[in-house]
T-cell receptor, first 111, second 110 residues
Framework: GENVEQHPSTLSVQEGDSAVIKCTYSDSASNYFPWYKQELGKRPQLIIDIRSNVGEKKDQRIAVTLNKTAKHFSLHITETQPEDSAVYFCAASSTGNQFYFGTGTSLTVIP | SQTIHQWPATLVQPVGSPLSLECTVEGTSNPNLYWYRQAAGRGLQLLFYSVGIGQISSEVPQNLSASRPQDRQFILSSKKLLLSDSGFYLC?????????FGPGTRLTVL
């Protein structure tokens, strides 16, 4: 089955700096890669996703890049703000039935 | 628009007691449905997923079971809870690839 690895497990940045979270996957059949943000005590929220026919996708301050050859994808957050502090999860799916999640990155933005 | 409901929001149960958590989805037909468990400070563990009524796939052997009696209803059950069953239980649905989570049930087993 698919194996998704996520790094780093914790990340601290100064407000205004950029944050990058990286994930690798093992199954070349995976073709959909969502990112979720989970604030303390709340449900994970889908913040951005990318499909395998696209190399990069941007939505305001967040962007995701995908390298199918190397089987890795990354989340980029620019101009970080304290409200960006949360746990971020990456995931991979090939069939749309099963989703394989990374272990999460706890991001802290220091004011 | 689609909405997913879970209840109860919080639950405190003694060891050995039964469990029933319910999840319902509105605004979509024939969704894939999922149960995940999240221990404190940990990642998402897939417990069950269903692609249709009566079709359940189990990912992890455990004392939990799931049922899907209707297209948009997914139930998680246990006959006897263990201390290790404590956690944040999340129901999710997906259609055309995108997956969305319900508000969750926080279960504490004492």
């Amino acid at each position: 089955g698919e194996n998704v690895e996520q790094h780093p497990s914790t990340l601290s940045v100064q407000e205004g700096d950029s944050a990058v979270i990286k994930c690798t996957y093992s199954d070349s059949a995976s073709n959909y890669f969502p990112w979720y943000k989970q604030e303390l005590g709340k449900r994970p929220q889908l913040i951005i996703d990318i499909r395998s026919n696209v190399g990069e996708k941007k939505d305001q301050r967040i962007a995701v890049t995908l390298n199918k050859t190397a089987k890795h994808f990354s989340l980029h957050i620019t101009e970080t703000q304290p409200e960006d502090s949360a746990v971020y999860f990456c995931a991979a799916s090939s069939t749309g039935n099963q989703f394989y999640f990374g272990t999460g990155t706890s991001l802290t933005v220091i004011p | 628009s689609q909405t997913i409901h879970q209840w109860p929001a919080t639950l405190v149960q003694p060891v050995g007691s039964p469990l029933s958590l319910e999840c319902t989805v509105e605004g979509t037909s024939n969704p894939n449905l999922y149960w995940y468990r999240q221990a404190a400070g940990r990642g998402l563990q897939l417990l069950f997923y269903s692609v249709g009524i009566g079709q359940i796939s189990s990912e992890v052997p455990q004392n939990l079971s799931a049922s899907r009696p209707q297209d948009r209803q997914f139930i998680l059950s246990s006959k006897k809870l263990l201390l290790s069953d404590s956690g944040f239980y999340l129901c999710a649905w997906s259609v055309e690839g995108e997956q969305f989570f319900g508000p969750g049930t926080r279960l504490t087993v004492l």
